[in-house]
């Protein structure tokens, strides 16, 4: 997840500094960003920051980061023409700033922790180029795969392309390893990830540099966890609404996972974050391959002392001191 | 699922003389609206026209039904003076206009279908209660659950006896069968619905008229399903997200399952629908105990003929005709 955000008063003083999309592509002030967490809270790798709809801006759809309501996208692309208009992104023009952010980053961290850089996913990337911002039901995207699969298969191909040849552009700079954050494809039929989307995770984790691990992310994914593990990835993310032991037996257990407290967890009390910190590491039992993390992101009113408390409780627990 | 609803013509010339807390409240009004989607669209069973919320009402805690943003619960329910203050629901003088049309439905039907009543699950109308409305990450609930466990507690006490006495009074009214709503708990983890939701709905299952189907729902519920199972229900629903041979295997094969068609498909043309539909009882494999149905309501946007072409495909494919 994301490790910098709204919760961290250091995060806070440079956004009263920088628009969102300003900061993004400032990477001096991006750099510094990504450090915060690693600084302050002792985690064991930093993650690139930057934001998933980065890669929407060269598509010229019209990309927004307004106040309040999250990401706009002023021209959805809703049908065969609008696909059809959609040249391939040229992502080392439109995205070179993120290049250089890991750069800075990887050099700053001088090999203290490695860095992880990340992309969203084709689905969850379109699902905001079709709507037109977050949704509730995903009905536009349904739409397009249901009555238009080509212009899908389109886009996704164009999404594919770009992402592949963005994140080997963040693992040239210096990232270790990636995560393909697909958040939101958890509002999928099992039936429609395969169809539509899993065709095109294996396309994209095929093109992604070889010797490098691949995060593979969403979040209400109970049902489709065989069907991610089958699309790609070293890692397959296991949010909180599955039980951990239950979502690695159904992936594998020779692929590794990542999760998956649930992260309202974080605004309790100290001694209940530990009960529930120790709750996970105990279902992941002590075999080899579970990476502790949240579920999902960090909501914005968490206290920060309360994040750097989950990290010691979990260096303790799991013995790594 | 309430089948009857903005994509209905005849629905919506009613909703055009009554706002939606005075239909609900108009006995004969609802009734009209319960029976037309059985007349116009053939289904198999009549649903109940009420909303999950009205047992809200006698709480106090200031319900409304705003236009556009959903229902707005103007005092929400956060924390332990909250809860002591609220009192039994006197169901009986509070919500007896729901078992007058109830009779009245009944009455109408004359044996062509079954009617089904329905309630919301303690959960989920806490959800609304304590958020103060529809929420994303139902952050206050958990605060409470973690953080006042016995205000948590009493709070379910409050509902689970309401909510029994609410559905029983439907059943005394004529109600053949009730479904319990528990429409948003796929928000919460494994562990978190063990603790604070699984032995309430056993309370609630176990309080209900004997000899008297139960169904059991709920959405994004694909890591829930065994601990819904244990909860209770003679049937249990399964939502689009979930593979139907998949669920139904992990809640037993030992009761039945309802759904489990993604919504978005009837948007889509007869010729998908038909598909699509095809693919659920394939998944069903004839094996009894399984209620075609979609896996969450119908969205405002579809076509009414594709409802009802649903509905033939199903008593055709499904050789009942």
Redesign the interface.
Known sequence: MRQAGRYMAEYRAIRARHGFLELCKNPEAAAEVTLQPVDRLGVDAAILFADILLIVEPLGVGLEFGTGDGPRIARPVRGDADVARLGAIDVDSALGFVFDTVARVKKALAGRVPLIGFAGAPFTVASYVVEGGASR???HV??LM??APAAWTRLMDVLVDGTARYLNGQIAAGAEAVQVFDSWV???????YRAFVLPHMKALFAKLTPGTSAIHFGT?T???LPLMREAGGDVIGLD????LR??WARVGHDVAVQG?L?P??L???LP?IRK?AR?VLDAAGGRAGHIFNL?HGI?K?TPVDHVKALVDIVHELSDRR
Chains 1, 2 share one sequence.
């Open positions: 039901d995903y009905l349904k739409r249901y009555d958890g509002a999928l039929a099992p039936a429609d209400g109970a049902g489709l909180w609404r599955v039980d239950d979502g998956n649930e309202a967890v605004l309790a009390p209940y529930r709750a579920g909501h009113d």
